[in-house]
């Protein structure tokens, strides 16, 4: 049997299949899936780039398993693996506190325009007067979705003395909300309130372009501490939950003070995307779980979920449980 990998993964973890699958381990590129030759594909291992779609599924007879090598599963075909009894496992905790510090990490830029500064200063001008920021503390952030990455964020900010916000319909029972933390029941309540908004919810149809132009109008511009300290909007969880033509335009006329997405609708993003021209734009290339630390710990989490379902039908992290 073969374990196909098509978007790379930690050499640790190809070890550790090589080592306690007792089959064949191999990087392969997505349109080569097909091309096995003798050696049937039993489990794929999968990040962001490759779409497991259902023709894919059906040109695999022999597969058992998908890893994706991350949190979200929007690129597979969940109805076409279950119909095929074909379990998908994800490692949804690897990358959290990587997530997390690139969150603050734009949070914090933001307030202090730290791109439009160094942009500056490569051309030459030298705007202390205009990059002048505000602190986030006496903030209120609203966090839209309250899972792991989410809480990891709310207890930072809450350290740094920010308020707290979360929008959360799913949210699991059970879940420990902190005291410090204010749950909203409408979305459009959250967006009304905190001059702050930052992401952690998956892709759907119900949340593709959920950010547009009437909730970014809504967004306060004075903090509860009574600084004017404009809006402003963080998106490292996943591409199209923001309406990017939108969120451009509100920059442009002012709705909007900064915008810092690590996650694009379409990517890799072109050269002539109508953001990258925005002076408070702040964009990173999709680098979320991008330090060595969360790689290794993908990759060893995925392995052991695959090498699980392998050897036993399933595991914790199975996202289909209905498969047949």
């Given at each position: ?13 190809i070890a550790k ?8 381990v ?25 779409k497991?779609?259902?023709?894919m ?13 991350g ?10 693996a ?19 510090e ?32 505000t ?7 609203g966090l ?16 740094l ?9 799913y ?5 420990d909300i ?32 959920m ?29 199209g ?18 915008l ?50 392998l050897?036993?039908?399933?595991c ?9």
């Open positions: 049997m073969r374990i196909a990998i098509t978007d790379g993964l930690h050499p640790d973890a299949l090589l080592a306690e699958s007792g089959g064949d191999a990087e392969l590129e997505p349109d080569a899936l097909g091309d096995s030759g003798d050696t049937p594909i039993v489990a794929l291992i999968v990040r962001s780039r490759t497991v779609t259902a023709e599924v059906a040109s695999l007879p022999s597969l058992r398993v998908v890893g994706r090598a949190v979200g599963v929007d690129n597979i075909d969940l109805d076409a279950t119909k095929a009894g074909v379990r998908v496992v994800n490692a949804p905790r690897a990358s959290t506190h990587s997530v997390v690139l969150t603050m990490a734009h949070l914090l830029a933001s307030a202090r325009f730290l791109a439009p500064s160094d942009r500056a200063m490569r051309d030459g001008r030298w705007i202390k007067k205009q990059a002048k920021g602190e986030l503390a006496g903030k209120r952030l839209v979705g309250y899972g792991r990455i989410a809480r990891g964020v709310a207890a930072v900010a809450t350290a003395g920010m308020e707290v916000h979360a929008y959360d319909p949210l699991p029972e059970g879940v902190a005291p410090a933390v204010q749950m909203h029941a409408e979305l459009d309540d959250l967006f009304r309130t905190c001059t702050h908004v930052s992401l952690h919810c998956g892709l759907s149809p119900e949340t593709h372009h950010v547009d132009a009437h909730r970014l109008a809504l967004m306060p511009k004075v903090g509860a501490d009574g600084v004017a300290c404009g809006a402003h909007v963080v998106n490292c969880a996943r591409g939950l923001i309406d990017e033509d939108a969120a451009a335009t509100a920059l442009t006329d002012g709705t909007l003070s900064t810092s997405l690590d996650v694009f609708e379409h990517e890799p993003v072109a050269a002539d995307h109508p953001l990258l021209s925005h002076e408070r734009f702040s964009g990173t290339p999709h680098i979320g779980a991008s330090t060595h630390e969360a790689q290794r710990r993908v990759g060893m989490d995925i392995a052991d979920a695959v090498l699980e379902t050897a036993t039908g399933t914790p992290t199975v996202v289909n449980r209905d498969v047949l």
